[in-house]
């Protein structure tokens, strides 16, 4: 039994081993490369080749996946279009939306949000007791009132 659940444990490992490799590489589509230095864009993640494009500096590529220090791009060549093309990672600054500073300020609530909109929502006023007020007893009797003290 207990080789078994070995054996089970020892496959999970494996697996993911393998797998966590593939996921690294691929990246989640929303990371931007900035262009540091002019970088040459190859086919292949070679760099012997004649280069597609070269990218100037202040370029904006869209990062498609990471393989070593190579990066897979996607950029808006001048003749074709859209194409991809893979960029040498020290050549770009990368960056993802997630990460960008915001502000995260928290807002407190303007007080006139907590006042009554309209009277009628307005809590009722309490009424003070005035004890000068004569009885309801004396008042319907018709004797003289007097304050009470």
Known sequence: MKQAKHALTLALILVCACLAPAASAQTSGRQTATVVADAPIY??????????????????LKILQQQGDWLQVEFNDP???????????????????????????VTPQPLAATAPSRL?????????????????RAWRSGLPMACSP
């Open 120 to 136: 009628s929502d307005a809590p009722p006023r309490p009424t003070a007791h005035l004890s000068h007020r004569p009885s309801s």
């Open 79 to 105: 003749q074709w279009g859209l194409r991809v093309g893979w960029v040498q990672r020290s050549l770009v600054q990368v960056s993802s939306p997630d990460l960008r500073p915001m502000d995260l300020s």
């Open 43 to 60: 086919l292949d993640a070679a760099v012997g080749l004649t280069p597609l494009r070269v990218a100037a500096r202040g370029t904006l």
